[in-house]
């Protein structure tokens, strides 16, 4: 057998060598992170939840998901480990650290409109009233012509 036609299986056997020597250093990187947990610590688990820990076992963790709720979880279902300014800026929504540059973009509409008084505001609303309801057959607008055209629009009009 020559060089040429071992060549495929040799750099096959390298790229698996590679994708498992990566792998294994991710879960180990992981592994030393859930192992530095200490109580006290926000966590977020592989199911986004977010809670504070408060027990460390062999295999198991347990968290405090809400002031006085606490559930057992494995190990292996903590996702990350939180400092405490990311933690509480999540879960206790401190903005403390946010620092925002240029201009603050308002939650609702209300402060792009131009602000008029409430008096306004009803006359306004009560002139823009449309009559969404059907003519009657005397109307002038109302013709046979237009019945015709309203049936066949709601599936009445040419059906067998």
Not at 32 to 59: C, H, L, S, W
Not at 82 to 103: M, P, S, T, W
Not at 130 to 159: F, N, Q, T, Y
């Amino acid at each position: 057998m020559s060089l040429v036609t071992l060549l495929p299986f040799i750099v096959l056997i390298g790229a698996m060598f590679l994708m498992t020597r990566s792998a294994k250093k991710k879960q180990q990187a992981a592994a030393q992170m859930r192992n530095d947990m200490q109580p006290g610590t926000g966590v977020r688990t592989i199911g986004g939840m977010y809670a504070t820990v408060k027990e460390i076992q062999d295999d198991t963790v347990l968290l405090e998901v809400a002031p006085g709720v606490h559930a057992i979880y494995a190990k292996n279902s903590i996702g990350a480990v939180l400092d405490d300014a990311e933690y509480n800026r999540i879960v206790h929504g401190d903005d403390e650290d946010l620092k925002v540059d240029g201009a603050v973009v308002p939650d609702d509409a209300s402060s792009l409109t131009a602000s008029e008084t409430a008096d306004a505001d009803t006359e306004a609303a009560d002139d823009a009233k449309i009559d969404l309801g059907k003519k009657a057959e005397g109307d002038a607008d109302g013709s046979k012509d237009s019945e015709v055209k309203d049936a066949k629009a709601d599936g009445e009009g040419d059906a067998k």
